[in-house]
């Protein structure tokens, strides 16, 4: 069965979170399989993607999956990967360790998509512009230069 992009699959009876995590983990299975219409690769799947993964295998496996599976799922759906566009590391890094520290936190599955620590530009909290869109930061892990608040570290993936 090919993903759809649609929620009909909610079930009204479950509790917010448990529709969340179902939601979830069909776009990450559909994402993994190459079966995600390409029209529904946003932003907000790849969060959704990065969250079923960490909630199913924890942060270091999930990145491990996400590092192979973004790659592959590009080129099912013809966007290359290369030193401009396609998968970025650092980003897929950052994504999971956020995900995964808010989920520490306590922030309900749910609400993880909506947070300010996932949103499009958080990263730019702790990169500049030029370093986080560089071709090294692209293709490898790259250290941040920046820090939101003082308090958050980055993990070492």
């Known amino acids: 069965m090919a993903f759809t992009g649609k929620t009909e699959g909610m079930d009204p009876s479950m509790s917010p ?3 969340a995590v179902k939601s979830a983990d069909a776009i990450a299975d559909a994402m993994t399989a190459c079966r995600l219409p390409k029209s529904d690769w946003t932003h907000e799947a790849h969060v959704q993607a990065g969250l079923s993964l960490v909630l199913r295998h924890g942060a270091t ?3 491990q999956i996400l590092r ?5 799922y590009n080129n099912s759906t013809n966007t290359p990967n290369t030193d401009s566009g396609g ?3 650092t980003l897929t890094v950052y994504y999971v360790w956020a995900i995964d520290e808010l989920l520490r936190q306590g922030v309900a599955p749910e609400n993880i998509v909506s947070h300010e620590l996932v949103s499009r530009t958080a990263a730019l ?3 500049t512009r030029d370093e986080l869109f560089s071709v090294e930061a692209r293709r490898h892990w790259v250290e941040p230069t920046l820090s939101a608040d003082g308090a958050r570290t980055l993990p070492h993936p």
Do not use: G, T, V
């Open 17 to 19: 979170s448990m529709n």
């Open 61 to 63: 496996k999930a990145l």
């Open 68 to 72: 192979e599976a973004i790659p592959r």
């Open 87 to 89: 998968y970025h590391d």
């Open 125 to 127: 909290h702790f990169w």
